[in-house]
């Protein structure tokens, strides 16, 4: 039994159990979470499939075992109910999904694992797994079984039970051969459903706030169908019709938020494996065994679009004309570095096999995009004289457009888009883009591809989660590695993923800690946990081999048994049941011993890890996952009682699991905010049209009141002049905190970064080269590691840190100093009304109340703005201090370098030391980096502030619109006056969601106070 303390298991912290109600109580499976529309589902009977007890980790069921006299016939008893399963625990097909898709329902399943004690010492909450819990301390008020569930519509559940490990080879209750097979269901039902699932124990997936979400938009899009579709809609009623489009949109609200995944890992450790067992799916992800070049190329995995988009589709982004120079730039240097005398020059043996490899990738690569232009010669990559590199670049450079015109949509596409009919005509599609093959005479595209991003209804995919298939940094040209390496640096986190029996000495995996283990969370997932051979552990574990070999005694000993009685059945003298009972038995046995030697060295494994890297993560946050890509898939589609212990045991549910934590809280935050501001703010506005005329104003009060609303049009008009301040303001800052400083110290960077180059200048040549050759970024016996890019920019780093840091705090103070004039706006504003609320009490009463959902959104569109701008500044500044592969100083000397790998022969390292002393020379470099980093700042400026003013501008309509409606002209008829049936239905579904949003805040409140917030 599960412990009912707080632990961390799998790497995901549980809270505590207790007896009084937890959110645990209402989290939804997959199954459960929010759909959009309510589709009906048929009913699947209940199916009990208990089987006795099968204790083969307690003594007193060895003599059992070992007595065949003691098995004997009997019918199969039921298990317990599974009734400690949470009240509101949500499935995968509970979700929020964008589009109406029918569903039917699946059993739920439960399967206990804590009578499978491993040993004497080690309990099932041991095991690392997140799916044992207390049944005990479920049992409360607000928690019940599936079978109470609510879903899309509802209707009953029944429980299905099943349990292997509850078999009872003794017993003779189960051994009736003329027992008939249950005729209520098919075998789909009794296989593994991802739908079953449960998801995490945070707010988001609560299945209260997941009905309540998915019930607000319906009741929206009822709204909405009166307002656009009732009598004296559409050109006759104009305001009612604006009304309509903003219910309609938010109708169709759908999670805003996304949180990105990078998977990085050399070739051939199951990258492509992990996403396809996340996803659920076959062969949507490419491996490298496939024959594709899709290890070259970042291939995203996101949920579709649009609502009522396609199933599946992508979308092929192709190189800028600059990204493809660099390429081609870097291919050449690759190709020239083996297959020229510069090669000579290489005295080390480990690079010369380095540099040997990637030439061949680079003669590859460029003999697939030009190897049938009829100008192309790959000898003529190799030629001697000046310049020569450069003049290559050029030459094929000029064969680009030529190769690009079979590119699906011509050479000055940037990207391409299609759709699939299925996941099958997905693959064939994208194989067009990712052939490492020329066909027919049409050229390979792969290298002119940058992402690939590939849209699929994936129940995983669906809270916001985007799975990046990032290239193998080690198996890259510079050029592709810039590219990656920039992407990570936009994950939200990074699954760095290696073989579990070579991950605790893997080079790539430390190459990734060292590259972005302090910027980013990072996971590591260790592959092939499946693989592993009980008796080479006897041999390195001696404490387990007691344990393993009567493990495998039992297993000899059941396969003898089970080949006895398949004699004796052949015989006709034997029994079918038993021989059904005995082979289950069998098969929990060889689970028992798998999931002893899996677990126990994923625990070592995870020991070694955290050893090893803790220190060197992100806030030591260092979380470890082991699993089995080829147990997920064996065992995915296996009858539920086989194969859910087995996909249980592959790790993949626990992952899973996890995954879905990691966009939970921002996914939580949108949805509060649209319930909360952005639908009673729509209520507020829809009211006060059905408010109007309602006053019975006077001639002179009319006039008195379109004073008073033209004076607060007039003022709520100059929130465009607090916008523009705003992004002066931005501006002043960075000016004030970056760009002087760049002015007033560029002088003495430059002298200290041709300072500590001196030191380079002393190297022998054969290091120097070296290091030219890997662009800065390399470690030799001799010179150490070192990185030129971050030792140049190191004094500008030092200077400028505190400065940026500051720069980031002024950024956020300014958006709040923002919404404190606005809201002052909205202040002055209600209580100039208040002073004149007695001339239309009832339609100003209700503008008035509406300035606080109002002030809400806007609250909550600027602190959406400020976080990503914020971060958006950050980047800039990670990017502008450090020396990375993708920050600006690498891009400033990547010419240099390229300059330097060109030279060899007599007096080769004289030049390459002068390439590099001319470019430190003076303040040029400084300067070039003042104007990149001032055209990001710029930029991200531009962008933040152009959001704002739009998010801005839509509130400030609606509210403006609000005002419009109060009065209108003398003696006209008011909208709502004009289609009273139109108003009265309007209005008492607008009652009646705002009542029913009552109880939804309180839920929301609640919900804040999870642990998982705090």
Known sequence: ?????????????????????????????????????????????????????????????????????????????????????????????????????????????????????????????????????????????????????????????????????????????YLNDDAEPNQNYNNEDLEYNLRTENLPDVPIYDARLQSGLRDTKEELRELHEVMEFG??????????????????????????????????????????????????????????????????????????????????????????????????????????????????EIINQAERDAVKDKAERAA???????????????EDLSREGQDAAAQIVRDLESMVEEVQRHRPRGPTATRYSATASDAEDLTRQLNVF?????????????????????????????????????????????????????????????????????????????????????????????????????????????????????????????????????????????????????????????????????????????????????????????????????EYSEYRNEDVTLGTPHVNLSGIPDLRQYCQLIPAAAQFGAVAAFLEHQVPSLLGSIRQWLLQGSDGLTAERADALRAALDGSRNRLSGWNAVVSALKRNFKNDFRASIVDSFDQDSANWSFEARNVSGQWMGWHWASFAAFCRNYGDYQTPAAGYHNWNDDIVSTMRDDLEPDWDDLVRQAAERIDATFERISGMFEREEEALNNC??????????????????????????????????????????????????????????????????????????????????????????????????????EVTDNAVEDIRTGLQREFDSLLQDIQSIVGEEGEVSESQRHPDTARRTGLLVETLAQELDDRHLLIEELRRHPSLR
């Not at 009522?308 to 730039?329: A, K, N, Q, T």
């Not at 590859?364 to 790959?378: D, K, M, P, Q, V």
Request: charged share 25%; aromatic share 6%.
């Open 231 to 344: 009598p004296g809609a559409l050109n006759q009623a104009p305001n009612l019709s604006i009304l309509a489009q903003q219910t309609h949109r938010l109708s169709e609200f759908a999670y805003s938020e996304t949180r990105t995944i990078g998977l990085v890992g050399d070739s051939g450790v199951g990258k492509s494996s992990l996403i396809n067992s996340l996803l659920d799916e076959r062969g949507i992800a490419r491996s490298s065994g496939d024959g594709g070049a899709c290890t070259n190329i970042v291939t995203e995995y996101r949920y579709p679009r649009t609502p009522d988009g396609p199933d599946y589709s992508f979308e092929v982004e192709y190189m800028s004309p600059e990204e493809l120079r660099i390429l081609l730039e870097d291919l050449v240097s690759s190709y020239r570095g083996y297959n020229t005398e510069a090669f000579r």
């Open 1 to 173: 039994m599960a412990s009912t303390d707080s632990s961390d298991v799998g790497g995901i912290l549980t809270p505590p159990s207790s007896g009084s109600p937890t959110l645990s109580a209402y989290i939804s499976t997959y199954n459960r979470q929010y759909n959009v529309t309510p589709t009906p589902e048929r009913e699947i009977p209940r199916i009990i499939n208990g089987m006795g007890y099968l204790g083969l980790g307690e003594n007193r069921d060895a003599d059992d075992l070992d007595d065949a006299s003691n098995l004997s016939t009997s019918r199969r008893a039921p298990m317990r109910d599974g009734s400690t399963e949470s009240a509101g625990r949500s499935s995968y097909s509970r979700q929020y999904n964008a589009t109406p898709t029918p569903e039917r329902q699946l059993p739920s399943i439960e399967y206990d694992l804590g009578n499978l004690n491993l040993s004497d010492a080690e309990s099932a909450a041991k095991t690392g797994s997140i799916h044992d819990s207390d049944p005990s301390s479920t049992l409360n008020a607000h928690r019940s079984t599936y079978s109470r569930q609510f879903n899309v519509t509802p209707t009953p559940e029944r429980q299905i039970a099943v349990g292997l490990e509850n078999l009872d080879l003794t017993s003779d209750r």
């Open 837 to 938: 609320l007695e001339l239309a009490p009832n339609a100003l009463g209700n503008l008035i109340e509406n300035f606080g959902p109002k002030r809400d959104c806007i609250e909550d569109m600027l602190e959406t703005a400020s976080d990503n701008f914020v971060e958006q500044i950050k980047r800039i500044k990670n990017n502008a201090l450090n020396g990375y592969p993708s920050s600006y100083i690498t891009d400033k000397m990547r010419a240099t370098y390229l300059d330097c790998q060109s030279e060899y022969g007599t007096g080769s390292d004289r030049r390459r030391k002068a390439h590099l002393q001319q470019r430190l020379a003076g303040t040029t470099l400084f300067s070039e980096l003042k104007r990149t980093i001032k055209d990001a700042q710029w």
């Open 364 to 378: 590859a690569a460029l003999n697939s995009i030009f190897g049938e232009h009829a100008r192309y010669s790959e």
């Open 434 to 630: 990712i052939r490492v093959r020329s066909r027919d005479g049409v050229p390979v595209l792969w290298p002119f591809v940058g992402i690939i991003r590939v849209y699929l209804r994936s129940l995983f995919l669906r809270s916001g989660v985007i799975l990046a298939d990032l290239p193998g940094l080690r198996d890259l040209n510079y050029a592709r590695v810039r590219a990656t390496d920039r992407y990570m640096r936009d994950c939200h986190e990074i699954f760095a993923v290696a073989r579990i029996d070579r991950v605790t000495t893997d080079v790539g995996l430390r190459d990734i800690v060292n590259r972005c283990g302090g910027q980013r969370p990072l996971r590591i997932v260790c592959t092939r946990s499946e693989d592993i051979n009980a008796n080479e552990t006897i041999a390195s574990q001696p404490a387990d081999a007691p344990r393993i070999r009567d493990l495998k005694s039992r297993i000899d000993h059941l396969k003898r048994t089970l080949n006895r009685l398949r004699r004796d059945r052949r015989q006709r003298t034997g029994n079918a049941e038993e021989i059904l009972t005995i082979g289950d038995g069998l098969e929990l046995a060889k689970l028992r011993l798998q999931e002893f030697l899996v677990q126990g060295r994923n625990t070592r494994v995870r020991e070694s890890l955290r050893g090893t890297y803790a220190d060197r993560v992100f806030e030591r946050d260092l979380r470890i996952f082991c699993v089995s890509n080829v």
